[in-house]
């Protein structure tokens, strides 16, 4: 029996989430499985991976072949990395001890790598944010600018101006007004 490590499809519409789980190659993708490794949420910013390392180191040791997408997520999560040093501990290249050390090294570099991006990814959605806000309040300050000055106009067309009155109401010499010439 070809024993696979793959992904089902659980969730909402436009909205998956994944179990990693330990299946029969034969079987459907969201149908029987042997053991259910974790979860993955694709949905979050790193994607969050959730699954028991040593059940999955367990059975790729056993022969359980992880598909394209469980093989990369087996990588960023350093199992394929442990099993290639338990095969150089079994083939007698390195002791388990210089195995750990090795593998703790490499966890505690791509833990920085992960905690780097969530970091990083947190103040550029805060930067966004503050720009956006920026820009709001540029944008709110315009308008009521505009508007104190369609007020001051308005106020300005209303009042009274006595130089303009006296210029409506006494024609120039030689010149007739309109009901004059109708």
Request: charged content about 30%; proline content about 4%.
């Amino acid at each position: 029996m070809a024993v696979k490590i793959r992904l089902a499809r659980r969730g909402r519409k436009k909205s998956a989430i994944y179990d990693i789980v330990v299946a029969d190659a034969r079987s459907p993708r969201d149908g029987k499985f042997i053991e259910k490794l974790g979860t993955y949420n694709p949905n979050t910013n790193p994607a969050s991976i959730d699954f028991s390392e040593d059940k999955a180191f367990q059975w790729l040791m056993n022969g359980a072949q992880p598909t394209d997408t469980v093989k990369a997520m087996l990588s960023y999560t350093g199992v394929l990395y442990r099993r290639h040093l338990q095969i150089g501990v079994i083939k007698g290249a390195i002791s388990q001890e210089t195995a750990d050390s090795r593998l703790a090294e490499w966890k505690e570099a791509k833990q920085s790598k992960i905690e780097d991006k969530r970091q990083t990814v947190g103040s550029a959605k805060e930067a966004a944010r503050k720009a956006a806000f920026d820009a709001e309040t540029k944008v709110k300050e315009a308008r009521a600018e505009a508007i104190r000055q369609r007020e001051a106009e308005k106020a300005a067309a209303n009042a009274p101006a006595p130089a303009a009155e006296e210029a409506t109401e006494a024609p120039a010499e030689g010149e007739a007004t309109t009901e004059e010439q109708a």
